[in-house]
């Protein structure tokens, strides 16, 4: 069975970088499509970042454009979100997800979740 496992979170102070890796145990999934997302506290989960399967194409959330880049290592079968020039506003619990092409990354349709990684950033 496929598994995701997050790691690379922690509590950082504003205008600082992580990067969050999110490996695939048990199968691969070379040909799916990556997401990102978080939830912030007392919020709902929410779109961050996507990758092709062929990590040619990468849609980011707004607030996130400049400062967050999605990549993946298909001979890893990892995905990665750096993130630069955090902000308190990006705190809360990432989670990467993968689906069957890049138009299912949504909350809905993804098929497969990590149990999510903390991201605190302070002020």
């Known amino acids: 069975q496929i598994q995701l496992l997050e790691s690379g979170g922690g509590l950082v102070q504003t205008g600082d970088s992580l990067r969050l890796s999110c490996a695939a145990s048990?199968?691969?999934?070379?040909?799916?499509?990556w997401g990102w997302f978080r939830q912030a506290p007392g919020k709902e989960r929410g779109f961050v970042a996507a990758?092709?399967?062929?990590?040619?194409?990468?849609y980011n959330l707004d607030s996130v454009k400049g400062r967050f880049t999605v990549s993946r290592d298909n001979a890893k079968n990892t995905v990665y979100l750096q993130m630069n020039s955090l902000k308190p506003e990006d705190t809360g619990v990432y989670y990467c997800?993968?689906?069957?092409?890049?138009?299912?990354?949504?909350?809905?349709?993804?098929?497969?979740w990590g149990q999510g990684t903390q991201v605190t950033v302070s002020s």
């Open positions: 990758i092709s399967w062929t990590g040619s194409a990468t």
């Open positions: 048990g199968g691969t999934l070379r040909l799916y499509a």
């Open positions: 997800a993968a689906a069957i092409s890049t138009e299912r990354v949504q909350i809905g349709s993804c098929e497969y």
